[in-house]
């Protein structure tokens, strides 16, 4: 999942279960994207070269989706791997 489509969609779910107003949300996003971009821009090409390189077939959409939900911020503190 692209870093945006993480920001557009998980900060305004958070926003409104912690019942903040839309301006609080618009500004939660407005913070937090360029760092979650610049996140996505380390991790992701690192990834994708041992994805290619070293994974077999068969195993890429595991490595990636493992990769996926030990780097999402959302899980952080939920996942024991």
Request: glycine residues 4%; positive net charge; aromatic residues 10%.
């Amino acid at each position: 999942m692209p870093p945006t489509d993480s920001i557009a969609r998980r900060t305004p779910r958070a926003g409104l279960l912690r019942r903040d107003s839309p301006k609080r949300i618009v500004a939660d996003i407005r913070d937090s994207f360029w760092q979650m971009m610049r996140a996505g821009w380390k991790l992701w090409p690192f990834v994708h070269i041992v994805t290619y390189t070293m994974i077999p077939t068969r195993f890429k959409l595991l490595w990636v989706d493992m990769v996926e939900v030990r780097s999402d911020p959302s899980n952080l503190g939920h996942v024991t791997c």
